[in-house]
């Protein structure tokens, strides 16, 4: 059987249609390459954000770490001011109570060292 050969216009025709193929595929191609810088966009910024939580998280870390030993040290400092306030309590609660003892008459205490008996 003999095949018909196509005319100019069927030519024409498929050309047209050839270059519209191509048209749409470059289109495509084109779309496609803008969704994909789209996404590594997308993709850079939440990196970015991520890299930036992180250091935030590390610094909020670091300083957990320093206010830690900031109140163990001032712990320390508050147990050793309590027990120096005992003390003075404990010493002026003697002195109280020697104070209200009676005391023979002429054995007045020195006033400087108030331990040897004052004398004139």
Same mark, same amino acid.
């Given at each position: ?5 196509? $005319? ?18 470059? *289109?495509?191609?084109? /779309?496609?390459? /803008?969704?994909? =810088?789209?996404?590594? *966009?997308?993709?850079?910024?939440? $990196?970015?954000? *991520? ?9 909020? =870390?670091?300083? %957990? ?6 109140? %163990? %040290? $001032? ?13 003075? $309590? ?12 009676? %005391? ?17």
């Amino acid at each position: 059987p003999a095949v018909a050969k196509p $005319t100019e216009d069927q030519e024409e025709q498929a050309r047209l249609e050839l270059e519209r193929e191509i048209a749409r595929k470059a *289109a495509f191609e084109e /779309a496609l390459e /803008a969704e994909r =810088a789209s996404y590594e *966009a997308e993709l850079a910024r939440k $990196t970015q954000e *991520a890299e930036d939580r992180q250091a935030i998280l590390n610094e909020v =870390a670091q300083d %957990r770490s320093e206010l830690a030993l900031m109140y %163990r %040290r $001032t712990n320390q400092e508050l147990c050793r001011l309590r027990a120096e306030l005992s003390q003075r $309590t404990l010493e002026v609660l003697e002195l109280r109570q020697e104070s209200r003892r009676p %005391r023979p008459p002429g054995l007045n205490k020195c006033v400087v060292c108030l331990d040897e008996p004052a004398r004139l």
